[in-house]
Every structure is written in structure tokens, then in C-alpha cells.
Nanobody
Framework: QVQLLESGGGLVQAGGSLRLSCAAS????????MGWYRQAPGKQREVVAV???????TYADSVKGRFTISRDNAKNTVYLQMNSLKPEDTAVYYC????????????????WGQGTQVTVSS
């Protein structure tokens, strides 16, 4: 069984900070790209940040300078440090990871966490 377990979501006031974590578990041989996505009510899912295995990062314009994505390959975990949070950051945040499972041929597949709610109050 492969799972992406998210944690760190919650309710914070505007200007506050929150740190999301997502740990991949299971018979994982390797992890390629990892990222965070979010979806607000009535809106489509959007990319927040992605990070490659080597650490190259990409951010949505709306979060640049405020959010930082990082990963710990030894722990199969990706993080999203969110600072200076705004009410418009309110959304369900989803973890994504491209995984190569043990015993499979070289073919990465995208896996998703179930989402964690982030609510920023004004």
C-alpha cells in the first residue's frame, strides 16, 4: 500500500504561518517530483509549488516570497512552509508525488494525498 499522509493544516489568522508536511510511505523505490496543489471552493485546482528530486523549485506567482517548498529525501517527505498567509490562501491543499514502486519497471506514477484544509481568517 502506498500512501501520502498530509499534516499541518488548520486555521490561522492572516499574517500567520503554517507548515504542511506530506510523507510518502509504502514499497517505494524512488521519488521524483513532489509538489503542493490547492483548490478553493468554486475554483479549479492550481499548482502552488513543485520541487524536483535535486531540489529545483517552482512557485505560483501568488505565493512567491511567502511560501517555501522543501523536501527530505531520506524521509520521503515534502514540506510547504507558508508565511504571511492571506485569506485568499484558504483552500484544500493536496500533496503530490511521482513514485516508482519497488518491483515495478521504470515508470513513475503520480500519487495524491487526500488533502488538508488550510483556512486563513481575516
Amino acid at each position: 500500500q502506498v500512501q501520502l499522509l498530509e499534516s499541518g493544516g488548520g486555521l490561522v489568522q492572516a499574517g500567520g504561518s503554517l507548515r504542511l508536511s506530506c510523507a510518502a510511505s509504502g514499497s517505494i523505490f524512488s521519488i521524483d517530483n513532489m509538489g503542493w496543489y490547492r483548490q478553493a471552493p468554486g475554483k479549479q485546482r492550481e499548482v502552488v509549488a513543485v520541487i524536483t528530486k535535486s531540489g529545483t523549485t517552482t512557485y505560483a506567482d501568488s505565493v512567491k516570497g511567502r511560501f517555501t517548498i522543501s523536501r527530505d529525501n531520506a524521509k520521503n517527505t515534502v514540506y510547504l512552509q507558508m508565511n504571511s498567509l492571506k485569506p485568499e490562501d484558504t483552500a484544500v491543499y493536496y500533496c503530490n508525488a511521482d513514485l516508482l514502486l519497488v518491483g515495478s519497471t521504470i515508470s513513475y506514477r503520480a500519487y495524491w494525498g487526500q488533502g488538508t484544509q488550510v483556512t486563513v481568517s481575516s
